[in-house]
């Protein structure tokens, strides 16, 4: 099976590019830039990756990217991902990116957009590895951040194959970003959003009516509402699943408990991602193995699995032939 997972061809489409970032990258860019860490060394960095819930996480995450500064950091993060995951027999990663969280430390929208395309374009030569770009929101930010941000990024608009929403679920409704949104959406950007992680199945409901979103991140929680389901499903809505994150993140204590194989019987179009691989103890590979382990999946599920990303994934009809 092992083998089988490697060779079949995945996209991932839920990765935040800086959730990618090694505890080994994090300290050759710390002493790149003279910034000093909380941890002693490697190791230590990765003992202190035991979260409690999606909360206890982001302090590390936010805590982590410190370390990014110019626009070769963030090619060197993307290009160290890009090639490992490539290694593991993806083809295609869609990344999400938090430019809140960089503009906050002073570090410019254009920094950001000059490394990962850099990075992008150098991934689609060396290892045939296509890219899409997801600039996400702060979800616990003010609305009207994320609007200036969108603002902002008016020269790069070509550039993002849609805008997201992440962080902070709880208390943080989708319904807070419909004006955003419907600025993305006249835009032509297309849009996806974190939802139904630890929030309600509600917030999900929220990012299809207000959002106008096309897929939904995460979207777990919609078992509690059949109603919700039988939508997602009649609409073939997809959700980007991420198994390891779920566990390390505490929204279910064993992946045996997960809601995976619930989601599959209910016909539901379901990815499976490794949303922040460096935090949350491995990559796609590492996450299709684990629910192999977990739920027993034969071969026809996973090919299914890989088939439902290459099919929604932001790409050229050429290139999704080209990957089925
Ligand atoms: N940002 C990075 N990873 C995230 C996750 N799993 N949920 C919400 N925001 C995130
Ligand atoms: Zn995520």
Redesign the pocket.
């Known amino acids: 099976m092992h083998d089988f997972l490697k060779r079949l061809p995945k996209a991932e489409l839920h990765l935040?590019i800086?959730?990618s970032l090694e505890p080994e990258l994090m300290f050759t860019l710390a002493e790149r830039n003279g910034i000093e860490l909380p941890y002693a060394s490697v190791e230590e960095a990765r003992a202190a990756y035991d979260f409690t819930d999606?909360q206890s996480?982001?302090d590390v995450?936010f805590q982590g990217m410190s370390v990014l500064r110019t626009a070769e950091d963030f090619h060197d993060l993307a290009m160290d991902y890009f090639r490992r995951a490539s290694g593991e027999g993806v083809v295609h990663v869609e990344m999400?990116f938090?430019p809140q969280a960089h503009l906050a430390r002073g570090v410019g929208l254009s920094v950001v957009m000059e490394g990962l395309d850099l990075a992008r374009r150098h991934a689609e030569r060396e290892l045939g590895l296509s890219s899409a770009l997801i600039m996400?929101f702060l979800?616990d930010r003010p609305a009207e951040e994320a609007m200036s941000v969108l603002e902002m990024a008016a020269p790069y608009w070509e550039m993002l194959d849609a805008v997201g929403l992440?962080?902070?679920?709880h208390g943080n409704p989708p319904a807070r970003f419909r004006e955003v949104y419907e600025r993305a959406r006249r835009l032509g950007i297309p849009r996806v959003a974190?939802a139904g992680?630890?929030g309600p199945a509600d917030y999900i409901r929220e990012a299809l009516d207000l959002l106008d979103v096309c897929r939904i991140?995460?979207g777990v929680r919609c078992l509690e509402d059949p109603a919700l389901v039988s939508r997602l499903r009649d609409e073939g809505i997809v959700l980007t699943v991420?198994p390891l994150?779920n566990v390390r993140?505490k929204v279910v204590e064993r992946l045996a408990d997960h809601p995976l194989p619930r989601l599959l019987d209910a016909g539901l179009k379901l990815t499976l991602n490794s949303?922040?691989p460096a935090?949350f103890g491995g990559g796609m590979l590492a996450n299709f193995e684990a629910c192999h382990h977990a739920f027993g999946w034969d071969e026809a599920v996973f090919r299914r699995l890989a088939a439902n990303a290459i099919e929604a994934a932001f790409i050229s009809d050429e290139r999704r032939v080209a990957l089925r």
């Open positions: 935040h800086e959730g999606l996480f982001l995450y999400h938090d996400a979800r992440d962080s902070a679920e974190h992680e630890e991140d995460h991420c994150s993140l949303d922040d935090y």
